[in-house]
């Protein structure tokens, strides 16, 4: 669920920036979220084929082509949310989320507001937040786990 969670925080960016460089996806070693990276760092859809997870397909789909119409074929009702207020920059979606950290995170990157990420208790997502809604790249360097580290400084702006 967590590596889920960044995942979607990561696709989340994609409202926010994209990177300059998407060569830092090549370091990630799950294929999914390599792909998923690609796809959200060089704003390319068709790199989300190669995800197997439906539910994250979708939510690649929706971020890296802003097509928040996808965010409809994900089963979870948080993950739709998420989906629909980042994809949208639609922050009023992100109320609909029961989880408050995944809420916090949502409403940072659908709105640009880093503020909203001192809301979030875990302090990995919480760097990762700030990269993403704070065009930070340099907050990724806090992110402990290197797949998750790599997707960020993949995908955050400069």
């Known amino acids: 669920m967590l590596k889920y969670l960044l995942l979607c925080l990561f696709l989340l960016l994609s ?3 994209y990177a300059q ?3 830092q996806c090549g370091f990630i070693t799950d294929n999914d ?6 796809a959200i760092a060089d704003r390319s859809p068709s790199q989300c084929g190669f995800i197997r997870d439906n539910d994250k397909q979708s939510m690649c789909r929706a971020v890296a082509g802003r097509e928040p119409s996808q965010c409809g074929f994900i089963r979870d009702s948080d993950q739709q949310s998420l989906c629909r207020g980042i994809s949208a920059h639609e922050p009023s979606q992100c109320g609909f989320i029961r989880d408050n950290d995944l809420q916090s995170l949502c409403r940072a990157i659908a709105a640009k507001e880093p503020s909203q990420c001192g809301f979030i208790r875990n302090s990995d997502r919480q760097s990762m937040c700030r990269a993403v809604a704070g065009k930070e ?11 998750d580290n790599s997707f960020c400084r993949g995908v955050s702006g400069r």
């Open 33 to 38: 979220e390599q792909s998923m990276c690609r």
């Open 15 to 17: 409202g926010a920036s």
């Open 137 to 147: 790249p340099s907050q990724c360097g806090f992110i402990s786990n290197s797949n």
């Open 21 to 23: 460089n998407s060569s």
